[in-house]
């Protein structure tokens, strides 16, 4: 079945602990994504990456990092966590030039 | 102004209503995406539009390039379509820029 994987799907922490939240895909897809989605302002893109080794700012790239070793993953990384990055988090992937998007079932995280 | 706006951001119908929600944008885009999401938080693909109309069941998508426009219609609304629907503009690079959404409660 082809699907985007997140882990773990919640996740509460304390501010300054460094951690992971991964994702993966098993369509071979090019292009993978991460997006927060936070009441009132919608989904907005984090990071992107268009093929392995090669990934790009979104538009709220602070505090986050991410890597693309193989195709099929792209984890996201919460180096020092705060209070404002509590969201709820959406990894997706696409075969890129103009395909569906498709998305993980989401990560909600709480950082106290 | 957000690049992305939808309207209306909430709307309430009855079952067998006619649905539409409209979506306006102010960039150069590729394509446009309307997507849906469950009360669960699964978001779901239902259309991507580059160029004219598409249709998937009770779904129709349109768009209209030159007017910076596109409109997701639902025929024979049913209490199993309430969610919120999303228009996503992609932009060079496969970038995604989002609205924020239209709330859909179809009553029976």
Request: with cysteine.
């Amino acid at each position: 079945e082809a699907q985007v994987t997140q882990n773990p799907r919640y996740l509460i922490t304390v501010t300054g602990k460094k951690l992971t939240v991964t994702c993966s895909q098993n369509m071979n897809h090019e292009y993978m994504s991460w997006y927060r989605q936070d009441p009132g302002l919608g989904l907005r893109q984090i990071y992107y990456s268009m093929n392995v080794e090669v990934t790009d700012k979104g538009d709220v790239p602070e505090g986050y990092k991410v890597s693309r070793k193989e195709k099929r993953n792209f984890p996201l990384i919460l180096e020092s966590p705060s209070p404002n990055q509590t969201s709820l988090y959406f990894c997706a992937s696409s075969p890129g030039g103009l395909g569906t998007q498709y998305f993980g079932p989401g990560t909600r995280l709480l950082v106290l | 102004k957000n690049e992305v706006e939808q309207s209306p951001q909430n709307l309430t119908a009855q079952e067998g209503e006619f649905i539409t929600i409209n979506c306006s944008y102010s960039v150069g885009i590729s394509a446009l995406h309307w997507l849906q999401q469950h009360p669960g938080g699964g978001i779901v693909s239902l259309f991507m539009l580059s160029s004219g109309k598409k249709k998937h069941g009770r779904l129709i998508a349109t768009i209209n390039i030159q007017e910076k426009h596109s409109s997701l219609h639902i025929t024979a609304s049913h209490p199993r379509d309430s969610a919120v629907y999303i228009c996503a503009v992609e932009t060079s690079g496969s970038r995604l820029t989002f609205g924020e959404g239209t709330q859909l409660t179809v009553n029976p």
